[in-house]
């Protein structure tokens, strides 16, 4: 199957079954737009029904990883997010959580929101030294997604993913190596090429024993998964159509204008 064309992602099959797929919006620090949401909906869908495809590896194109949900220029009127764009959030979820082919994670630059929170429904997860992680979603007056509320309090302990969701903090890719979210941190020259190492490591193995010992790890944890995702789709539709996220992208959006004003 020939790798889909899309708008904002790119999909291709690389050397010894890689399929690499890159977020491809780096004027806008790879923002989920979405038009990405939908765009990364498809590709991995078809890196899963693709044969070819043993490894799956997702990065960002330019200086960023991802900077999580794009919710500027929002409607004036009506939910901040849309419930079709919930509803594909909430099955690029789904697609990860059943997957039963390896996903690498290789976070080439700041990771925020979407980009830290999800990156724990990836199998293997490696960054450069000087990323940056962090989850913004109270102060936009949101709530967690990408199951956010189960895996990093499963992962790291109540107190470091309240840091994380309910604090804002930010935490370097070495804290959070540390605390059991990230695999390795890679230097930065050549860092794709070693991810891709990995890849091409893991896609070597016997396919039918690699699948089966994948799936051996994640029946204790998939139902907990999907329940989580429910859930939090939920509260980003509830969340969604109150005043507090309006509220905060427009002071958000007040104060950038303020800072480019000052600066004339």
């Not at 806008?28 to 737009?33: K, Q, V």
């Not at 693709?50 to 490894?55: A, G, I, M, Q, T």
């Not at 082919?101 to 976070?107: S, T």
């Amino acid at each position: 199957m020939t790798p889909p064309k899309l708008e904002t992602v790119l999909a291709s099959v690389e050397k010894d079954g890689i399929g690499l797929i890159k977020f491809n919006r780096p004027k806008n620090a790879n923002a989920l737009a979405p038009q990405m949401m939908s765009d990364l909906l498809k590709a991995f869908a078809w890196a899963l029904h693709e044969p070819e495809v043993k490894v799956v590896v997702l990065t960002g194109e330019g200086k960023f990883f991802c900077a999580g949900m794009d919710l500027i220029g929002v409607p004036d009127e009506g939910p901040v997010l849309s419930d079709q764009a919930v509803d594909t959030l909430s099955q690029m979820h789904q697609l990860l959580i059943k997957a039963e082919k390896v996903f690498i994670a290789a976070v080439n630059g700041p990771a925020v929101g979407w980009g830290t929170s999800s990156i724990a429904l990836f199998d293997l997860v490696y960054s450069v030294p000087d990323a940056i992680f962090f989850t913004p979603f109270v102060k936009w007056g949101l709530c967690a997604e990408a199951c956010s509320s189960y895996t990093f309090t499963k992962v790291m302990g109540r107190q470091k993913a309240s840091a994380l969701i309910l604090a804002g903090e930010r935490m370097t890719p070495q804290e959070l190596e540390s605390a059991g979210l990230l695999t390795k941190v890679l230097p930065r020259d050549g860092f794709l090429e070693e991810v891709m190492k990995v890849a091409r490591r893991v896609a070597a193995q016997p396919e039918a024993a690699l699948r089966y010992s994948k799936n051996l790890m994640m029946e204790p944890v998939r139902e907990g998964l999907l329940v989580a995702n429910e859930r939090e789709c939920e509260g980003l539709r509830e969340r969604g159509r109150t005043s507090e996220p309006r509220e905060a992208i427009a002071a958000f959006e007040r104060e950038q204008k303020e800072r480019r004003g000052a600066k004339l």
